[in-house]
C-alpha cells in the first residue's frame, strides 16, 4: 500500500506564501495525474487544483487561480503547491493525491476525488488575518 506524505504545512499570516511537497508513488508506478484537495473545518473536502504528470497540464479551482501554483519535478518525482497571497479562507488540511490508473482521461474529470487511488495524510496550512 503506498501511502503518499505531504509536507511544507504551517503557520502563515495573510498575503504570505507557503509551499506545499509531496513524493509521488514510485518509479515501480506510472503516475498520471496528481491533484491537491483540502478540507477546511465543518467542510467537505474540496479540489484545489491538479497537473497531468507526463504533460504538465494544469487545471485550478477558481478559488486559487492567479495565486497557487501546481507543479511536479519529474526527477525528484516530487508534486508541489506554490501558495502566494494566502487568505484567512485558504485555512484546511492539504491533501495530495495520484492517480496510476488512467482514471482521468480529460482535464474536466481531474477535479473528481473519485478518480485518485492514492492519499496523503494531510497537513495543515493555517493562515491568520
Known amino acids: 500500500q503506498v501511502q503518499l506524505v505531504e509536507s511544507g504545512g504551517g503557520l502563515a499570516q495573510a498575503g504570505a506564501s507557503l509551499r506545499l511537497s509531496c513524493p509521488a508513488p514510485g518509479r515501480t508506478f506510472s503516475t498520471y495525474v496528481m491533484g491537491w484537495f483540502r478540507q477546511a473545518p465543518g467542510k467537505e473536502r474540496e479540489f484545489v487544483a491538479a497537473?497531468?504528470?507526463?504533460?504538465?497540464?494544469?487545471y485550478y479551482a477558481d478559488s486559487v487561480k492567479g495565486r497557487f501554483t501546481i507543479s511536479r519535478d519529474g526527477a525528484k518525482n516530487t508534486l508541489y503547491l506554490q501558495m502566494n497571497s494566502l487568505k484567512p479562507e485558504d485555512t484546511a488540511v492539504y491533501y495530495c493525491?495520484?492517480?496510476?490508473?488512467?482514471?482521468?482521461?480529460?482535464?474536466?474529470?481531474?477535479?473528481?476525488?473519485?478518480?485518485?487511488?492514492?492519499w496523503g495524510r494531510g497537513t495543515q496550512v493555517t493562515v491568520s488575518s
Open positions: 497537473v497531468n504528470w507526463s504533460g504538465g497540464r494544469t
Open positions: 493525491a495520484a492517480d496510476t490508473v488512467a482514471m482521468a482521461p480529460y482535464r474536466s474529470t481531474w477535479s473528481r476525488s473519485s478518480i485518485y487511488n492514492y
